[in-house]
C-alpha cells in the first residue's frame, strides 16, 4: 500500500530537550515536506527536500532541521524544542503539485 | 511570502444542501488544488487544477481555476454527513511546496 508514515503520533516533551519526528514514503518519490497546522494558521511548509541530500527551507524554518541522506526517509529534528513549535507535524512527499501526506504527529512541548 | 485568503471560515449547512467555497491570491499560482482533512487525519487530494480556467469534477465536487490563475472555487453537490470535515485549497508555484489556505471548516446538521 502506498502511503507516507510518521512516528511518532503523540509526542510530549519538555523545552530544550531534542527530539527527532521520523517520515518514511514507500513511492519512490522525490519531493517530500514537512508542514505544521496551527488553528487558524492553516498549513506552513517548514522544510522541503527535492532530492537526496538536498533540501531547501519552507516559510517557517526556525527551530527545526531536517535530513535527506536517503530517498524515503526525511526527518524531522528539533534540537532545542520550545513551547511555541507545539502543533500538529505532516510530512508529504509528492511529485510536481500532487502530494500525499503523512497522518500527523502532534507534539506537546512543555 | 504569498498568502491565499479562503472563505468562508466555517460552514453550518442542512444535509442535502449545496456547499461553495473559494480561495483567491494576490499572486498567481500554476497549479490549483483541493484538500480535505478529516479530523486526526493528514489532509487528503480532492481536486488539482492545471490550466487556467479549467473545469474539474469529482463525483458530486467540482471545482474550477480562475481565468486569472488567482483563485478557485469548490463545490459540493447534494452534502452528505461524510463531507465533514476541513477543507483546503492550495496553490503551487515553480518547486516550491504548497501555499494553503487556512480551511473551511464544513458542519452539516441532519
Known amino acids: 500500500e502506498a502511503q507516507v508514515t510518521q512516528n511518532p503520533r503523540y509526542l510530549i516533551t519538555v523545552t530544550g530537550k531534542k527530539l527527532t519526528v521520523t517520515c518514511s514514503q514507500n513511492?519512490?518519490?522525490?519531493?517530500m515536506s514537512w508542514y505544521r497546522q496551527d488553528p487558524g494558521l492553516g498549513l506552513r511548509q517548514i522544510y522541503y527536500?527535492?532530492?537526496?541530500?538536498?533540501?531547501d527551507k519552507g516559510d517557517v524554518p526556525e527551530g527545526y532541521k531536517v535530513s535527506r541522506k536517503e530517498k524515503r526517509n526525511f526527518p524531522l529534528i528539533l534540537e532545542s524544542p520550545s513551547p511555541n513549535q507545539t502543533s500538529l507535524y505532516f510530512c508529504?512527499?509528492?511529485?510536481?503539485?500532487?502530494?500525499?501526506f503523512g497522518p500527523g504527529t502532534r507534539l506537546l512541548v512543555l | 511570502g504569498q498568502q491565499l485568503n479562503q472563505s468562508p471560515q466555517s460552514m453550518f449547512i442542512q444535509e442535502g444542501e449545496d456547499v461553495s467555497m473559494n480561495c483567491t491570491s494576490s499572486?498567481?499560482?500554476?497549479?490549483w488544488l483541493w484538500y480535505k482533512q478529516d479530523p486526526g487525519e493528514g489532509p487528503v487530494l480532492l481536486i488539482a487544477?492545471?490550466?487556467?480556467?479549467e473545469l474539474t469534477s469529482n463525483g458530486r465536487l467540482t471545482a474550477q481555476f480562475g481565468i486569472t490563475r488567482k483563485d478557485s472555487f469548490l463545490n459540493i453537490s447534494a452534502s452528505i454527513p461524510s463531507d465533514v470535515g476541513i477543507y483546503f485549497c492550495?496553490?503551487?508555484?515553480?518547486?516550491?511546496?504548497?501555499?494553503f489556505g487556512k480551511g473551511t471548516h464544513l458542519i452539516i446538521q441532519p
Open positions: 487544477l492545471y490550466k487556467a480556467g
Open positions: 508529504a512527499s509528492g511529485f510536481g503539485s500532487t502530494q500525499y
Open positions: 513511492m519512490n518519490h522525490e519531493y
Open positions: 527536500s527535492m532530492n537526496v541530500e538536498v533540501t
Open positions: 492550495a496553490g503551487h508555484w515553480g518547486a516550491d511546496g504548497l501555499t
Open positions: 499572486s498567481i499560482f500554476n497549479t
